[in-house]
């Protein structure tokens, strides 16, 4: 069996489609895009040394501008602090007293939580939000009104 040049393209980019699926790097996706564009040189009639520079410049290129996207998007916060990944974070609490150590037994959702104190100043009790939630344990900060 012989395969044209085109054939060879489009299998080489559908085995990184599929590398992509099994690993997760949309940087696979880029090279695809580079051994699509080989496909189509080769459909045009180009030769073979043209189809790999237009394949390695279309992939290498598409590669480097998501990298680099990617660098100059802002990320996101961690996953503890995150509103998008945890509910909590935002939400008001009511905290009755605090031992010394920092700490404090607080009721939030059904259940009593244990509770630190980040914020400015020192722990006093009253209304205060979740900024953190560290395992089993929720982080707070004074409520501003």
């Not at 030769?47 to 992939?59: K, P, R």
């Not at 990944?85 to 031992?99: F, H, K």
């Not at 100043?121 to 205060?128: L, R």
């Amino acid at each position: 069996m012989d395969w044209s040049n085109a054939t060879l393209w489009w299998v080489a980019a559908g085995a990184l489609v599929i590398a992509e699926l099994s690993a997760g790097s949309f940087y696979m996706l880029m090279l695809a895009l580079g051994c699509a564009a080989g496909a189509l040189t080769a459909h045009a009639g180009a030769g073979t040394s043209t189809q790999v520079v237009v394949a390695a410049l279309l992939g290498s290129g598409a590669t480097a501008l998501w990298h680099f996207k990617r660098a100059r998007s802002p990320r996101s916060a961690p996953s503890e602090s995150n509103r998008d990944v945890n509910l909590n974070i935002g939400e008001r609490i009511e905290v009755p007293s605090w031992d010394r150590d920092g700490t404090a037994r607080a009721d939030y959702r059904g259940t009593t939580w244990t509770v630190t104190f980040r914020g400015p100043g020192s722990p006093a009790a009253g209304a205060h939000v979740i900024v953190s939630v560290q395992g089993n344990r929720l982080i707070v900060a004074p409520a501003t009104s």
